[in-house]
């Protein structure tokens, strides 16, 4: 099977998540109507940023080949919020869980499944009910435009696969995230062939023994400060020390299992490695890593290989943001921007297989550039615009048709490979004030 098969068997089995574990009320959608649990779940995944009316109808018309049915627009409001968010985190998982299980999943480092852990702000809309529903703070300036909350996700580096994504509150913190996270995939996969990458925002004992209780790997970036005493100790820029398990470090454990077992332990004990980094400025700085990998696993070149690696997350943010628009919901309530945010996340991973299976038919002639230095690829921007375009045909239940439609895409998206450096190309962030771009009432009628 190809990879974009097993996002396609969610989507043509959507009905199979009617049940009471992803619907807020047990009675809904249990009588047959003009449009079911699987149409109003498929809806935010096929969604072109346009009015809801408009969407909901042309869904009608050219998903359900019906001319003659119209939805209210009160009706598509009323149904939605039945529906839990949740469901599209679960497609999400199953989706690449089933791609694993077949041993079709890509392999990552050394057998390894490298996933990236990083949080984003999204913008929201500034309306009262959305501040309130996200918590967002009045005596902040993200309460003013554009209001923010927080995003946290976790992505696979090697083939940008998410395997989870949550929008939480706005005063939320990216620990407690990743830990239900972590949860979620424990329940689904085996933790010990994952290999799981941190900013120095996310190091903590708690975290650390949460993972060598569940046997994965990890690195963190150590930020200045952070473990002085057993990093000033250390007599190489790799060794294990000695990480002590005072009460201030272990106080605020919320695993009442890891909480127990930490109080017969005195220490634990991690492997730091010192390494040089040159700055934008040409300047040569030391960074800190903090893994449990051995050495025999990943020296420090490679750990430094995979650290780098990490910007991958932001660069699907990128993609969720600039080319999949997620940040134009098509309402105000947390229920039904979660439902966006993470259909939008599904609608990623599925054009992300698509893109996995086209590329490798390019031909190996073209692969490289002359001089060795561009690496060409499917440019993911069209791609996405042509199957946005063409998803009708690719959901259809015509198999001869899908397939007709698939080739049209490949012949598409082999004509037009985009470049892009085999070096990574760091770029300063800007963080200058701006509005919300989207608004709800000039959402698009065509």
């Known amino acids: 099977m190809f990879e974009k098969d097993f996002y396609f068997d969610i989507m043509d089995n959507v009905n199979s998540y009617n049940c009471n574990k992803f619907k807020t009320y047990s009675g809904a959608f249990t009588r047959e109507g003009k449009l079911g649990f699987g149409n109003y779940t498929l809806l935010p995944i096929v969604s072109e940023g346009r009015t809801n009316h408009v969407e909901v109808n042309s869904y009608i018309r050219r998903y359900m080949d019906d001319n003659t049915m119209?939805?209210?627009?009160?009706?598509?409001?009323y149904q939605r919020p039945f529906i839990k968010p949740e469901v599209y985190q679960e497609m999400i998982l199953d989706a690449n869980v089933n791609m694993m299980n077949a041993g079709a999943y890509p392999t990552g480092f050394k057998g390894l499944t490298v996933l990236g852990c990083d949080g984003s702000d999204l913008d929201v809309p500034p309306h009262k009910t959305t501040i309130n529903d996200f918590n967002i703070p009045s005596d902040t300036l993200v309460y003013k435009q554009p209001a923010q909350t927080l995003c946290s996700s976790i992505s696979d580096l090697y083939n940008n696969y998410i395997w989870d994504i949550t929008l939480a509150d706005a005063c939320d913190d990216e620990r407690s995230i990743f830990l239900e996270q972590l949860n979620r995939l424990d329940k689904k996969i085996n933790l010990e062939n994952c290999l799981f990458i941190f900013d120095r925002g996310y190091p903590s004992v708690e975290l650390f023994l949460e993972l060598i209780e569940k046997e994965a790997y990890f690195i963190f970036r150590l930020p200045e400060g952070k473990y002085t005493k057993e990093?000033?100790?250390?007599?190489?820029?790799?060794?294990?020390?000695?990480?002590?398990?005072?009460s201030i470090r272990t106080n605020k454990i919320r695993n009442p299992s890891i909480k127990e077992k930490v109080k017969t332990m005195t220490h634990i004990r991690l492997r730091i490695v010192n390494i040089p980094i040159k700055t934008n400025n040409n300047k040569t700085i030391t960074?800190?890593?903090?893994?449990?990998?051995?050495?025999?696993?990943?020296?420090p070149q490679e750990l430094k290989m995979l650290y780098g690696k990490r910007w991958d997350v932001e660069k699907n943010y990128d993609k969720m943001k600039n080319i999949l628009e997620i940040e134009n919901y098509s309402g105000y309530r947390k229920c039904i921007i979660q439902q966006d945010t993470y259909a939008q996340a599904f609608l990623l991973?599925?054009?992300?297989?698509i893109k996995h299976d086209m590329e490798k038919q390019?031909?190996?002639?073209?692969?490289?550039?002359?001089?060795?230095?561009?690496?060409y690829q499917i440019n993911m921007n069209t791609l996405a615009g042509n199957m946005i375009e063409n998803m009708p045909d690719l959901l259809t239940d015509n198999p001869k048709k899908r397939q007709k439609t698939m080739k049209y895409l490949e012949k598409l998206a082999l004509s037009n490979l985009s470049s892009s450096k085999e070096e990574k190309v760091s770029y300063p962030r800007n963080k200058n004030s701006r509005k919300y771009k989207y608004k709800l009432h000039k959402r698009r009628s065509k």
Do not use: C
């Open 287 to 299: 960074e800190s890593l903090i893994t449990n990998l051995p050495p025999e696993i990943a020296n």
């Open 70 to 77: 119209t939805i209210t627009k009160q009706a598509e409001s």
């Open 349 to 353: 991973n599925f054009l992300h297989s």
């Open 231 to 246: 990093r000033e100790k250390m007599l190489s820029d790799d060794e294990y020390v000695n990480l002590i398990l005072n």
């Open 362 to 375: 390019i031909p190996k002639h073209k692969q490289k550039s002359k001089t060795g230095k561009l690496r």
